[in-house]
DNA sequence: TCTTAAATATGATTTTTATCATATTTTTGT
DNA sequence: ACAAAAATATGATAAAAATCATATTTAAGA
């Protein structure tokens, strides 16, 4: 579904956009233990992120990583993107190939329709929108 | 989603299925070339199949895979445990533990209700199912 | 301007998954 | 019994994903 990478990133967005902003950057160091990802490999992924200007960053002395109010509006399916290329979703369930509407796999029609609706709501959920649920107590974290 | 082995070993059963019965047995060397999979691959995965009884085989000369009418009433899913492993469904799409309903990670509430169908279907249709869709034209091969 | 603390770039290593190769065992027909 | 043809067992190699290491660049503050 997602690969370990791309959860990793999400746990990491959702932790800047719960604890940080402009005024506030949160240095890798701090990020990797609360969400418990390796050091050296959540500073590779998030270096990803910001070269893609999916989180901002900055660097040098007081420097970190940090969300802006721009960056919160993005969709949980833009760091799925970065991280795991665009068209891992639209692989077929069956085949190595697109999933194709016209010719179906046998698994196509019953499956589909999920995954479809996973795929959409990916993208229409938004990183604010996720960081709300575990403020309001809906949702749980660290993982 | 599913692995490429898992991609493979339900192509090799659904071509089993439509192609093979108690009397009728095919060798990997028939089966590799119409469903695209490596006839070394196919080999290990059939074998492995057979091993846990959701395909059936007989060695020797005239031998080879075939589907018998018990073997045609297990799942989809019986092949991707065997293949995958048990549990690999069964992890949060956000961590790398089991989801847990009383504690769930952010993308639980809008996810998992349609990766729960995707397992449930899986676990009910069965493998004589997905061949019918394929014999009535409802569904493509090979792929 | 110099030192320090941070991200960044780059690449090496390890682990997992996918693929290939081959010797052995079993079955059937002669 | 024997020869041929099949699956089976075992393990080697290759490719991809995950993890680790380190030198370089940048920015802030003294
Ligand atoms: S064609 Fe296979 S899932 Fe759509
Ligand atoms: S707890 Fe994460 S998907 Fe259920």
Redesign the pocket.
Known sequence: ML???SK?AIKAVLFLALNSNDKKKV??KDISEPINV?Q??I??L??EL??QNIIS?????????YLSDNNRKQSIMSIVNVIDGEKNFNSCMLSLNECDEDKPCPLHKSLYPFKSSIIRNLESISIKDLALEVELGNAFLPL
Chains 1, 2 share one sequence.
């Open positions: 690969s370990k990478s990793y240095m890798v390796p050296a490999y500073a590779k998030l270096q910001s070269r960053s900055s660097r040098g002395f007081k420097g970190g990583f």
